[in-house]
């Protein structure tokens, strides 16, 4: 699976010859798409896709693909991305014609800003029916704005001279644009597709070049059409020589690395963890940095850093950030308040990953350890025991506090499987994480949508991203692993997602998959508290805007999510303590399924003041040391 061999839909010359211009296009573009890695194709049905449809079941019920049909565009977008995100393949997207098309912006925004290669194929009226008031119409051509690495439109499919070699061609530049070494991301084939769309009669003569035989039955062997071999490497720079770049003596001792997001299967949390640990800094981790399992791990980074007179004692000379960082406003601080700030971007130079707009320089791979920055051993020890500290008031508070989403972020992530995935979603819950998370010696997989940080799609993408991290390892995940030696390549043990009730509402149409089609072990687990809870704690949450906050704000549905569930055939379970959920989260094993736990927490206005009360049990512990 994800190569063709000599069993490929274009079977011969002649075959594809006697069907008409339609199906023959949408068989060969499919064929093409599986040669350049496609493992899996979403589709979302309609009548104009029909063709491409029709070629992409085929191709999956000859074993050549996994198929995926979800009834909202919106959700089958962000299923895509999950599945990219997981397998690190290019993942194919089939749409109708209309809005349908605009349905997919969100996950292609998603993709974009998060490096994914999603591959859109939207179909599209012919020329003559554009423009003229024509049924399901819209503009397509470049919907998708400078979001996408490369957009295509396609000739209306007609049988002449050389059309095979154009329809191949065209998709295989597409997915070496989508998997480029330095910049991978969506791109867009906007297919225009004329009727008789199935069967129907083909021209009476069709006549094909020697070359273009060749065209329709394919490179031999399985071959793309065209091989991309253009390699790109990304040589570390030794700390030192940037250092020397920037006439720095002498040289900054106390330092800290913050990993934020990451691709999968790259080396940079490794990287990130080996300059800390060498160096003697501490790191901090963003949850889907998934760099938790060094030594000079601060677990309660965000907490820390939000206390004004720990971040006054403890302000780094100098600070790498590896990444998309950014999600606590402390570690916001931190950063800003070091004298040097070095940004490791991996993308190409476009818009540096640096909000703060504070790095002096940005490189593109993690900078190798330098003995001369080692800082002195009270440096990371003061951080190393504020994060215990802060471990001990953290869980005291909790004791006794009533049930919140703070307490099931913690029972997720005790309960997460070491060859799992956990899926954190946008808002509280990746926050909560991020903050209250304890150390882990074995941690899981995380991933969030942290490219845009939506909280639209998490429950379509969890679902692509277990089913993705779950599935025995395709001729793409082995190559990939020959060349890097990183990343996931074997099959993954259960997936787990912590979502709002607001997130799980907004995609709920994700868990609409056809009964035939096999079940991720993945189980969602909502922190409800029936409402935006994150609200309370920014400007919005003032008394003085407390007239309009619910309606506007705090928006509380009254709805029980797990009916929703159930509606959709996925079993739920409701619970109101957190000994109950670590219950449940403790029989969640492979071959489970997929399931739901609704957390009924206590209301947002008492969640708002545990936080309050988390922060000065922590500034109080430190202060009580000293």
């Not at 790191?283 to 677990?299: F, I, R, W, Y």
């Not at 508070?397 to 956990?422: E, N, Y």
């Not at 819950?429 to 940080?453: E, I, K, M, Q, T």
């Given at each position: 699976m994800g190569g063709r061999d000599g069993a490929t839909i274009a079977e011969t010359a002649g075959r594809l010859a006697r069907v008409n211009p339609a199906e023959a296009a949408a068989a060969l573009i499919i064929d093409e798409a599986l040669r350049g890695g496609v493992v899996d194709i979403v589709v979302a049905p309609g009548q104009r896709s029909a063709p491409l449809a029709v070629a992409a079941a085929t191709a999956a019920a000859d074993g050549a693909c996994h198929l995926h049909v979800r009834v909202d565009e919106r959700s089958a977008g962000y299923l895509a991305v999950g599945l990219a995100r997981a397998t690190g393949a290019p993942v194919a997207v089939i749409c109708t014609s209309g809005t349908a098309v605009t349905n997919l912006l969100?996950?292609?925004?998603?993709?974009?800003a998060s490096d994914l290669p999603l591959v859109l194929l939207t179909a599209d009226r012919p020329a003559e029916l554009l423009g003229v008031g024509a049924n399901q119409t819209i503009d397509q051509t470049g919907v998708f704005g400078s979001r996408v690495r490369m957009a295509v439109g396609l000739e209306a499919p007609q049988w002449r001279d050389g059309v095979a070699r154009y329809w191949r061609s065209a998709v295989c530049q597409a997915i070496n644009a989508a998997t480029d070494a330095v910049?991978?991301?969506?791109?867009h084939l906007n297919v225009a597709l004329r009727e008789p769309l199935l069967g129907g009669d083909t021209a009476a003569d069709v006549t094909q070049d020697d070359a273009d035989q060749v065209g329709l039955t394919g490179r031999p062997a399985g071959l793309p059409w065209t091989v991309d071999a253009r390699l790109v490497s990304v040589a570390s720079l030794s700390l030192d020589s940037l250092l020397d770049q920037l006439d720095l003596r002498p040289r900054p001792l106390r330092g800290v690395v913050v990993v934020g997001d990451l691709p999968a299967g790259e080396p940079y949390p490794s990287e990130a963890t080996l300059l800390a640990e060498t160096l003697n800094w501490p790191l901090l981790c963003e949850p889907s940095g998934n760099a938790h399992d060094g030594g000079t791990v601060v677990s309660h980074g965000p907490v820390l850093c939000a206390i004004g007179a720990f971040l006054e004692q403890h302000r780094p000379e100098l600070v790498v950030t590896v990444g998309?960082?950014?999600?606590?406003?402390?570690?916001n601080a931190l950063i800003a308040s070091a004298d040097l700030h070095i940004a490791v971007d991996p993308r190409p130079a476009r818009t540096p990953l640096d909000p703060q707009r504070t790095a002096a320089v940005v490189v593109a791979a993690v900078p190798a350890p330098a003995d001369s920055c080692r800082a002195p051993d009270d440096w990371t020890e003061a951080w190393l025991r504020a994060d215990d500290l802060a471990e001990e008031a953290i869980a005291e508070v909790l004791a006794d506090a009533p049930f919140s989403g703070v307490a099931v972020a913690r029972?997720?992530?005790?309960?997460?499987?070491?060859?799992?995935?956990?899926?954190?979603?946008?808002?509280?819950p990746v926050r909560f994480l991020d903050s209250?998370?304890?150390?882990?010696?074995?941690?899981p997989w995380v991933v969030g949508n942290r490219g845009v940080s939506g909280i639209d799609g998490l429950v379509s993408t969890a679902w692509g991203a277990a089913a993705g991290h779950q599935r025995a390892p395709s001729p793409w995940d082995e190559a990939m692993a020959a060349l890097s030696e990183t990343g996931p390549t074997q099959i993954g043990g259960p997936g787990l997602a912590l979502l709002g009730d607001l997130a799980t509402l907004h995609d709920v149409n994700g868990l609409l998959a056809p009964e035939v089609e096999p079940r991720p072990d993945l189980t969602y687990v909502v922190i409800d508290n029936d409402g935006g809870g994150i609200f309370s704690s920014v400007a919005a949450g003032q008394h003085a805007y407390s007239q309009h906050f619910e309606r506007v704000f705090g928006t509380p549905t009254g709805r029980d999510i797990g009916a929703y569930a159930e509606a959709a055939g996925v079993t739920a379970l409701r619970v109101g303590a957190v000994d109950e959920l670590a219950?449940?989260?403790?029989?969640?094993?492979?071959?489970?399924?997929?399931?739901m736990v609704v957390c009924r927490v206590a209301e947002r206005t008492a969640e708002k003041a545990l936080l309050e009360r988390l922060r000065e049990a922590v500034a109080a512990r430190l202060g009580a040391t000293g």
């Amino acid at each position: 699976m994800g190569g063709r061999d000599g069993a490929t839909i274009a079977e011969t010359a002649g075959r594809l010859a006697r069907v008409n211009p339609a199906e023959a296009a949408a068989a060969l573009i499919i064929d093409e798409a599986l040669r350049g890695g496609v493992v899996d194709i979403v589709v979302a049905p309609g009548q104009r896709s029909a063709p491409l449809a029709v070629a992409a079941a085929t191709a999956a019920a000859d074993g050549a693909c996994h198929l995926h049909v979800r009834v909202d565009e919106r959700s089958a977008g962000y299923l895509a991305v999950g599945l990219a995100r997981a397998t690190g393949a290019p993942v194919a997207v089939i749409c109708t014609s209309g809005t349908a098309v605009t349905n997919l912006l969100p996950a292609v925004a998603e993709a974009d800003a998060s490096d994914l290669p999603l591959v859109l194929l939207t179909a599209d009226r012919p020329a003559e029916l554009l423009g003229v008031g024509a049924n399901q119409t819209i503009d397509q051509t470049g919907v998708f704005g400078s979001r996408v690495r490369m957009a295509v439109g396609l000739e209306a499919p007609q049988w002449r001279d050389g059309v095979a070699r154009y329809w191949r061609s065209a998709v295989c530049q597409a997915i070496n644009a989508a998997t480029d070494a330095v910049a991978p991301g969506p791109v867009h084939l906007n297919v225009a597709l004329r009727e008789p769309l199935l069967g129907g009669d083909t021209a009476a003569d069709v006549t094909q070049d020697d070359a273009d035989q060749v065209g329709l039955t394919g490179r031999p062997a399985g071959l793309p059409w065209t091989v991309d071999a253009r390699l790109v490497s990304v040589a570390s720079l030794s700390l030192d020589s940037l250092l020397d770049q920037l006439d720095l003596r002498p040289r900054p001792l106390r330092g800290v690395v913050v990993v934020g997001d990451l691709p999968a299967g790259e080396p940079y949390p490794s990287e990130a963890t080996l300059l800390a640990e060498t160096l003697n800094w501490p790191l901090l981790c963003e949850p889907s940095g998934n760099a938790h399992d060094g030594g000079t791990v601060v677990s309660h980074g965000p907490v820390l850093c939000a206390i004004g007179a720990f971040l006054e004692q403890h302000r780094p000379e100098l600070v790498v950030t590896v990444g998309r960082v950014g999600l606590s406003r402390g570690v916001n601080a931190l950063i800003a308040s070091a004298d040097l700030h070095i940004a490791v971007d991996p993308r190409p130079a476009r818009t540096p990953l640096d909000p703060q707009r504070t790095a002096a320089v940005v490189v593109a791979a993690v900078p190798a350890p330098a003995d001369s920055c080692r800082a002195p051993d009270d440096w990371t020890e003061a951080w190393l025991r504020a994060d215990d500290l802060a471990e001990e008031a953290i869980a005291e508070v909790l004791a006794d506090a009533p049930f919140s989403g703070v307490a099931v972020a913690r029972a997720v992530w005790a309960a997460a499987d070491l060859t799992g995935l956990l899926l954190a979603a946008a808002s509280w819950p990746v926050r909560f994480l991020d903050s209250y998370a304890p150390v882990r010696v074995d941690v899981p997989w995380v991933v969030g949508n942290r490219g845009v940080s939506g909280i639209d799609g998490l429950v379509s993408t969890a679902w692509g991203a277990a089913a993705g991290h779950q599935r025995a390892p395709s001729p793409w995940d082995e190559a990939m692993a020959a060349l890097s030696e990183t990343g996931p390549t074997q099959i993954g043990g259960p997936g787990l997602a912590l979502l709002g009730d607001l997130a799980t509402l907004h995609d709920v149409n994700g868990l609409l998959a056809p009964e035939v089609e096999p079940r991720p072990d993945l189980t969602y687990v909502v922190i409800d508290n029936d409402g935006g809870g994150i609200f309370s704690s920014v400007a919005a949450g003032q008394h003085a805007y407390s007239q309009h906050f619910e309606r506007v704000f705090g928006t509380p549905t009254g709805r029980d999510i797990g009916a929703y569930a159930e509606a959709a055939g996925v079993t739920a379970l409701r619970v109101g303590a957190v000994d109950e959920l670590a219950a449940v989260l403790g029989q969640a094993t492979t071959g489970a399924g997929v399931q739901m736990v609704v957390c009924r927490v206590a209301e947002r206005t008492a969640e708002k003041a545990l936080l309050e009360r988390l922060r000065e049990a922590v500034a109080a512990r430190l202060g009580a040391t000293g």
